[in-house]
């Protein structure tokens, strides 16, 4: 199982980046999918979850801004991030509910 994160980077406040998650070694299709943030010294937190069948939910931080989605094709998972925040300063992973970690990727959120 791997997941490789990407489309991380610097943002100013109210900006918006889409993230993927290029996932192998499982059947994606057939799996939930969900997002996480880590901020140093913070324990990771759940951002958005994405079912098999396209059923989706969101963090309270993340409902209205965020959306998850899925590519079952090129088993990637996407979340598109818009009105972003500092708060949102963090290494974001994406994850099949498995305890199989990818390395992640930064956002960071600043003027």
């Known amino acids: 199982v791997q997941f490789v994160e990407s489309g991380g980077g610097l943002v100013q406040p109210g900006g918006s980046l889409r993230l993927a998650c290029a996932a192998s070694g499982f059947t994606f299709s057939s799996n939930t999918m969900a997002w996480y943030r880590q901020t140093p010294g913070i324990q990771r937190e759940w951002v958005a979850v994405?079912?098999?069948?396209?059923?989706?939910n969101y963090a309270d931080s993340a409902k209205g801004r965020f959306t998850i989605s899925r590519d079952n094709a090129k088993n990637t998972a996407f979340l598109q991030m818009n009105s972003l925040k500092p708060e949102d300063t963090a290494v974001y992973y994406c994850?099949?509910?498995?305890?199989?970690w990818g390395r992640g990727t930064q956002v960071t959120v600043s003027s």
């Open positions: 994405i079912t098999p069948a396209g059923n989706t």
């Open positions: 994850n099949n509910l498995s305890g199989t």
